[in-house]
């Protein structure tokens, strides 16, 4: 199909299927049972954030739903993909020098291409069991949903 043709927003399991042709094609060991999809609008500033859980070994892969009605669904979103699973196959990496790496040996784009703050940003988890809401921040700021204080779980990477 040439590029451009699909304009219709995929489902999170059709991201997750073309995230898992990626993965074949560039860590064809990795395993992807604890990768998890989720369309965001809400997500403005870059394409894509992978947040990481070790102590549950789990990945939430958020795609900016607006960011990709603007610059495609298809060719673009594998080159972002192609970037996010290197976060996924490498998650202690950051953008350090061993992501530099990768992104060179597979072929992989930089960032996503929208400016966006680089800050680096912390996974939290609210310690209010019946909200247990996982957010990033900044700073350790308090639960979105319910105001309890987070801890740290994980990391984000765009
Ligand atoms: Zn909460
Ligand atoms: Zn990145």
């Known amino acids: 199909m040439p590029e451009g043709q699909i304009r219709k927003r995929p489902t999170p399991d059709e991201i997750w299927s073309a995230l898992c042709e990626v993965r074949d094609e560039c860590y064809p060991m990795l ?9 965001s609008d809400r997500l403005k500033k870059v394409a894509a954030k992978v947040c990481w859980i070790p102590s549950e070994d789990r990945f939430v892969v958020t795609v900016s739903g607006r960011y990709f009605d603007e610059f495609g669904w298809h060719h673009e979103l594998s080159e972002v993909l192609k970037h996010e699973i290197i976060h996924i196959a490498r998650p202690r990496a950051g953008h350090s020098k061993i992501f530099a790496a990768e992104r060179d040996r597979l ?8 400016p966006g703050d680089r800050k680096k940003k912390l996974l939290l988890e609210c310690q209010n069991d019946t909200c247990s809401w996982i957010y990033s921040s900044l700073e350790r700021d308090p639960c979105p949903k319910c105001g309890e204080n987070g801890r740290v779980v994980g990391t984000v990477e765009e």
């Open 31 to 39: 395993k992807m049972g604890n990768v998890r999809i989720e369309i």
């Open 107 to 114: 072929g992989a784009i930089g960032y996503c291409r929208s």
